[in-house]
Structure formats: C-alpha cells, structure tokens
C-alpha cells in the first residue's frame, strides 16, 4: 500500500460510536459493520483526508504500539475498508 | 407488510379522495374475467371492488386482516370470485399471469416497510406482459418549514430545560433529531414553495434505494427548522391523491387526502440561519435495511453538508443490537434460539403443539417454567411460520 496517498471515509457511510467501538453503515449497500477500539479511532481520524504513514504515526502516540506494527496494522485496516468501500482516496 | 389493524383501515377507507382515485382506476382497467392481484390488501376492500367489476382476485397480505375479507366477500355474493392469501407475497405463487396488480403500500411516505420490494417483485412474477400496475408513480415533495415551535418535540427538550436542573440530556438529543414523524402541517409554515425532491415510478422501478434532491434560495435572512416531506401519488393518469400540507393546493389537480396520512416532518438537529440569497439544498436518501429502509438527510447551504440526520442514528440504541447486526459478527444461540431450533425440528413429525410445549417445558424450565407458558411460546411460533393450510 502505498504510503503516502491520503484516504478518507466515503460521505454514503454512517458511523455510531457506542462504547468506544463504531458501527457502520453503508448507505449503497444497507450493510453493517463493526470496528474495534483501534479500528474505531483510525476511522475517526480518517474523517480528514490521511495517508497510512500519517495514520500509524498517530497511532504510535496513542496506543503502546511501535511504528512497525502501527503500520501492519494500518495497511492491513485501511485495505479491508477500501475492499469493502467503506473509504476512498480522498 | 404492516402493524396495521382493523382500526387503521378505517381510517384509510375513509380516505375519500385516496378510495376516489383507486377505484376509479380500477374501474378504467378492470374488464370481466380479468385477473387481479390486491397487495398489501388489508381487509381486501380493493379486491372486493375489483371482483365486483368481474375479476377474479387474488388478494395478498401477511397482516390478518386480510383473513376479514372471507366474510366481507361472502357478505357482498362474492366469496368465489376472491383468493385469500395470508402470506408476504414474495413467497406466494399465484399460478396464472395478473391483468392488473394494485398495491397501496404507503404510510404518511411511500417505502412503508418491505412494500416496495414486494411491488416490484409483483410486477416481475405476477403481471403479464401489458398489464398494468396501480399506482403509477409517487412524487415526493418538499419544502423548508420555519415555525421553530415545530422542534420543541425534537431535539430542544434534550437541550436543556427548567426541570432538568442541570442534568445532561444533550447526549440524547442527536437522536432526538433523527427521526422523521408524522405531523400535521400547514402551508404558512412553509418558508419557501414546494419543490420536487424524487420521483418512484413503480412501473418501471428497480431499485430500492431513493435518492432525492431539491434547492431552495431564500430572498431573505431565514431560520429554518426542518422539512416538510410528502407524496403527490399518481394512481393512475389523472387520477391521484397528496398528502401536502393542509392549505396547500395539490399539484396536477389531484385529490387533497385526509389528515389520516398526515404530512411527514424532517426535523434538523437545531434551527438554521440561512442568508439571503444562499442556495439552500436539501437531500434525501433511502437504504433498505432488513425489510425496513433507513432514511438519511442531509442540509447543505451553497453545497456544503451544514446537518445530517438519519433514522441510523435514532434506532438501535445499544451498541450490542448494532453489532449483532454487523455482517463481521459470528453469532452465538440464546438458551431461547435453543430451545426454538428445538421446537422448530419438531414441527413436521406429526406431534402437536401440545406435546412440543411439554418438551420444551421439562428441557428449559428457567424459560418456561409451566407448560402454559410454553404452550403458548410454541403457538406464536407456529401462527408465525408453520405452513398454513389452504
């Protein structure tokens, strides 16, 4: 995934947050999703337009994770939320 | 396709210029010998028209009202002319191509629970080539309300008030605002006029979702507090019926419909100054979610999104409700999904209700700790799905 280009969730998604842990819901599709605490904050950043490095960095801050596994993790969530259209290149 | 009761279609045939514009078309269609499918029937009153014109009729509803039409049917000399099916039509199998299929699947909108997913699946299997489907279309309309009062129900409770004592209620009043209801409006209310937000032409639909969009630019400085939402419902031709703020003349001369449908009210989170001169846009959209649909609307003034609602927002209060939901969750059986796949395994194997509940009572006694109680747990099941005999 390349690093630097900058994503951002798509406007025909809805998100709840309850708990720490968001729900989605994609308008095109009526599907449901759920997102774990990491997860939810990532999506929450994504509101503005980031890149995956920006997005593990940040992470680094908030979480007790080192940039490499920040990264893994980064690439492996925002690949899934492209897969499923949840968000888009900003 | 609803909770309607009996007590409900009352109201409904009371309706005149709804009943006026449906039975004129059915009476411009229907020729003797025609087969005619009423869907979402209710207690059958188009279906029994319908056969009166000489068709033979099938008419289609899950609710059990429609079981009513056994009666009214034989009270009019009508009875063979008359199929009752107490089922959701997605599942029925009518066994000869319809003439004519008419559906009223409206409440104070149109996309009333799965009701348009059933039309156009009536329209696909049950109409033959050229047969005609009432209503033709529905036109939604809408216009900005101004009367701030309006908001008092909503979301303004929430924000504070004399007996609260300062309690926060705020967190709830975002939800407060994501609901739309049934309100009934008058056309002074209205800040701007009526513009044409989205069309549903049933004929040719095939699609679910709604997407609708209308701008308004005030001439002057205005507050706004929400929308008024309705339909300008085109049974037929000339012939329809609105349920547009009282006051309001109806567009294209249709019947003005009583105030049993109401004008629906599309409430932002709080009132809005909108600028002389600005392009105020208004965008509806709807998603099916499980055989309901999600309404979704978003303000936006010269093109930016400045309030968005939506009914996702207003249901499924907890988290846990939301999750279940979720297509990533692997779900786990209550004791009471047990004890139904129980019960449901023995539906088939020639035992009765009786001896199923006496079952279920001895294996799940914290569930049903007298068999009365799961006789009668058993008895919902099966009024629900177990095959109904014809």
Not at chain 2, 96 to 104: G, I, S, T, Y
Not at chain 2, 181 to 207: D, G, K, N
């Amino acid at each position: 995934m390349n690093q630097e280009t900058r994503y951002q969730v798509r406007p025909e998604v809805l998100s709840r947050v309850l708990a720490g842990e968001a729900v989605l819901l994609d308008l095109q599709s009526g599907t449901y999703f759920g997102l774990n605490d990491v997860a939810t904050r990532v999506w929450e950043l994504l509101r503005e337009p980031r890149s995956p490095a920006e997005l593990a960095e940040q992470l680094t801050h908030e979480f007790e994770v080192t940039l490499e596994m920040a990264r893994g993790d980064v690439d492996q969530l925002v690949g899934e939320l492209i897969r499923r259209g949840l968000v888009g290149p900003a | 396709m609803s909770d309607y009761t009996l007590a409900d279609y009352v109201g409904m045939l009371g309706d005149h210029a709804r009943m006026e514009a449906y039975t004129r078309a059915l009476r411009r269609h229907v020729r003797p010998g025609h087969v005619v499918v009423d869907l979402g029937a209710g207690p059958g009153v188009f279906a029994l028209f319908a056969a009166r014109l000489g068709a033979r009729v099938h008419a289609i509803d899950p609710n059990e009202a429609v079981l009513a039409l056994d009666e009214l049917a034989s009270a009019s000399g009508l009875r063979e002319r008359v199929v009752i099916h107490h089922a959701d039509s997605r599942a029925v199998d009518l066994g000869e191509p319809a003439d004519l299929v008419v559906a009223d699947i409206r409440g104070t909108l149109p996309l009333l629970g799965p009701g348009l997913s059933c039309v156009v699946d009536a329209r696909r299997r049950f109409l033959r080539p050229g047969g005609v489907l009432l209503p033709e279309r529905d036109v939604l309309r809408a216009a900005p309300l101004r009367d701030p009062s309006l908001l008092d129900k909503h979301a303004r409770p929430w924000r504070g008030a004399d007996w609260a004592e300062g309690l926060t209620l705020e967190p709830l009043a975002r939800f407060a605002s994501s609901t739309w209801v049934r309100s009934s409006l008058h056309a002074p209310q209205l800040l701007c006029p009526p513009a044409t937000l989205a069309e549903i032409p049933y004929r040719t639909l095939e699609t679910e979702h709604l997407r609708g969009q209308a701008t308004w630019t005030p001439a002057e400085q205005s507050r706004i507090c929400g929308f008024a939402v309705w339909f300008d419902a085109v049974i037929d031709g000339d012939l329809g019926y609105s349920n547009a703020p009282l006051g309001l003349p109806p567009t294209d001369g249709a019947g003005r419909a009583d105030s049993v449908y109401g004008t629906a009210f599309f409430p932002l989170g709080d009132e809005l100054v909108i600028p002389a001169g600005r392009a105020l846009g208004l965008t509806v959209l709807t998603t099916p979610t499980g055989d309901d649909h999600t309404w979704t609307w978003r303000v936006e003034l010269d093109g930016r999104v400045v309030d968005e609602q939506s009914t996702f927002f207003s249901g499924l209060l907890g988290r846990a409700s939301l999750e279940r939901r979720a297509e990533t969750f692997r779900p786990e059986p209550s004791e009471r999904a047990r004890a139904d796949a129980e019960a449901l395994g023995r539906f088939g194997g020639g035992e009765t209700l009786g001896e199923i509940a006496r079952a279920l009572a001895e294996r799940h006694p914290s569930l049903f700790p007298t068999y009365a109680r799961a006789l009668d747990h058993v008895g919902e099941l099966s009024a629900r799905i177990s095959r109904r005999t014809p």
